[in-house]
Antibody, heavy 126, light 107 residues
């Protein structure tokens, strides 16, 4: 069964750090694009970061320079290192697999998040 | 960055109704548009990818259309389990973005 399980959330003070983990089963993390998405309390979904199968990484402007996405192939696990945390980073953090499918006739590939974890909660507060 | 705008933000409807939610991109995104359903306390669930392709296991009452900047999600006959929040998401840019969500409530 394809599954993602996040862990590592908790309460941290502003300016602190936290590392989230996302353990995958049923597929190989390093062969897929993988994303982190967050949802602040009562708010909508916000895309945070992505790592491509080739290793390229991209970040939302709101976290660039503070967050780092990475993976451990031997553990089949995705990570999100979060530094210099702010109150506004408080959210449920989800990891998701980005599946790709060839865009017939148009060239290129479509990308969509087809498997999601249940999420882990990060609270930044003094 | 590409901004995604959904309308309406909330919608009241009855079981059996036909419902349409729209999503507009701030620039052309071809068909790089996905739709998700989220219920309270749960992770999002993929419904539609590439603007109009139905994800495996999703009921056929859900459909998507559009290309360029304007997209729609249609539910042909609302069922009780469809009351949830719906999000569009673009994957045209390396920096993904979501719409603000449309909350579908029971009338």
């Amino acid at each position: 069964e394809v599954q993602l399980v996040e862990s590592g959330g908790g309460l941290v003070q502003p300016g602190g750090s936290l590392r989230l983990s996302c353990a995958a089963s049923g597929f190989i993390v390093s062969s897929n694009y993988m994303s982190w998405v967050r949802q602040a309390p009562g708010k909508g979904l916000e895309w945070v970061s992505i790592i491509y199968s080739g290793g390229s990484t991209y970040y939302a402007d709101s976290v660039k320079g503070r967050f780092t996405i990475s993976r451990d192939n031997s553990k089949n696990t995705l990570y999100l290192q979060m530094n210099s945390l702010r109150v506004e980073d408080t959210a449920v953090y989800y990891c998701a697999r980005d599946l790709t499918i060839a865009a017939a006739g148009a060239g290129g590939y479509y990308y969509y998040m087809d498997v999601w974890g249940k999420g882990t909660t990060v609270t930044v507060s003094s | 960055d590409i901004q995604m705008t959904q309308s309406p933000s909330s919608l009241s409807a009855s079981v059996g109704d036909r419902v349409t939610i729209t999503c507009r991109a701030s620039q052309t995104i071809s068909s790089y548009l996905n739709w998700y359903q989220q219920k309270p306390g749960k992770a999002p669930k993929l419904l539609i990818f590439a603007a109009s392709s139905l994800q495996s296991g999703v009921p056929s009452r859900f459909s998507g259309s559009g290309s360029g900047t304007d997209f729609t999600l249609t539910i042909s006959s609302l069922q009780p389990e469809d009351f949830a929040t719906y999000y569009c998401q673009q994957s045209y840019s390396t920096l993904y973005s979501f719409g603000q969500g449309t909350k579908l409530e029971i009338k």
